[in-house]
C-alpha cells in the first residue's frame, strides 16, 4: 500500500464548480505540500501545510493530523485549472526528501 | 529573482552511454533535491543535497549519482543508460533542508534509445 493516497484519480468538472481533491497518508509528517502540475512537465507548489488551513485565492488547503488527512479545495473552478494535481509529504527526519501520492488528473471543462 | 534552471531541457542517448544534468537553484538557496517522474513509477527521490553535502538518497541504483558545488549549483549523473532511464528529471531548490517550500526546475526530459 502506498504511503500517500490520492482520490480521485482523474476528475472532469464544468466551468465554475467547486472541486475537491482529497489526501490521505499513513506516515508520520512534518508538513505535507500540494503541487501543481501542467502539461510540459513544470511543477509548482501550490502550499505546504503543518496544521490547520491556508488559502490562496481560489484555492485552500487544509489537513488534519490526526486523522492523516489533507484536503485541495478549489472554488469557482476554470478552465485553466486543468492540471495534475499532486500531494506529497515530508517524512518525519527526512530531510528535505518528498514522498509523492500517484497525483488527480482534473479537466475543467468551459 | 530567477527562478531553478536546468540544462538541458532535451536530451536523447543511447543504452549504455552516460549523461549529465545539470539544476542551478534559485539565488541564496543552499538546498537541492533531485526528482525522477515516469508514467509508471510516478515521482520518485534521487538525491538531497545541501552545502555540497549529500544528505538523503532514495533507492536508485549506484549508477545514479550527483554533487552540489560551492555556489549550489547541482549536477546529476546516470552511467550506463538503461532504457528504463527514459524519465523527466527535476529539481527542486529550498532556502533551508527539511520544512521549507521547494521550488521545481522545468525538468530535463531524457529519452534512452
Known amino acids: 500500500k502506498n504511503e500517500v493516497e490520492q482520490s480521485p484519480q482523474n476528475l472532469t468538472a464544468q466551468e465554475g464548480e467547486f472541486i475537491t481533491i482529497n489526501c490521505s497518508y499513513s506516515?508520520?509528517?512534518?508538513?505535507l505540500h500540494w503541487l501543481q502540475q501542467h502539461p510540459g512537465g513544470g511543477i509548482v507548489s501550490l502550499f505546504m501545510?503543518?496544521?490547520g488551513k491556508k488559502k490562496h485565492g481560489r484555492l485552500i488547503a487544509t489537513i488534519n493530523i490526526q486523522e492523516k488527512h489533507s484536503s485541495l479545495h478549489i472554488t469557482a473552478s476554470h478552465p485553466r485549472d486543468s492540471a495534475v494535481y499532486i500531494c506529497?509529504?515530508?517524512?518525519?527526519?527526512?530531510?528535505?526528501?518528498?514522498?509523492f501520492g500517484e497525483g488527480t488528473q482534473l479537466t475543467v471543462n468551459p | 529573482k530567477a527562478g531553478v534552471t536546468q540544462t538541458p531541457r532535451y536530451l536523447i542517448k543511447t543504452r549504455g552511454q552516460q549523461v549529465t544534468l545539470s539544476c542551478s537553484p534559485i539565488?541564496?538557496?543552499?538546498?537541492v533535491s533531485w526528482y525522477q517522474q515516469t508514467p509508471g513509477q510516478g515521482l520518485q527521490f534521487l538525491f538531497e543535497?545541501?552545502?555540497?553535502?549529500?544528505?538523503n538518497k532514495g533507492n536508485f541504483p549506484g549508477r545514479f549519482s550527483g554533487r552540489q558545488f560551492s555556489n549550489s549549483r547541482s549536477e546529476m549523473n546516470v552511467s550506463t543508460l538503461e532504457l528504463g532511464d527514459s524519465a523527466l528529471y527535476l529539481c527542486?531548490?529550498?532556502?533551508?533542508?527539511?520544512?521549507?517550500?521547494?521550488?521545481f526546475g522545468p525538468g530535463t526530459r531524457l529519452t534512452v534509445l
Open positions: 527542486a531548490s529550498s532556502l533551508a533542508a527539511g520544512v521549507d517550500t521547494q521550488y
Open positions: 506516515v508520520g509528517i512534518s508538513a
Open positions: 501545510l503543518s496544521s
Open positions: 506529497a509529504v515530508l517524512k518525519e527526519t527526512s530531510g528535505s526528501r518528498l514522498t
Open positions: 539565488s541564496g538557496h543552499r538546498s
Open positions: 543535497y545541501f552545502s555540497e553535502t549529500q544528505r
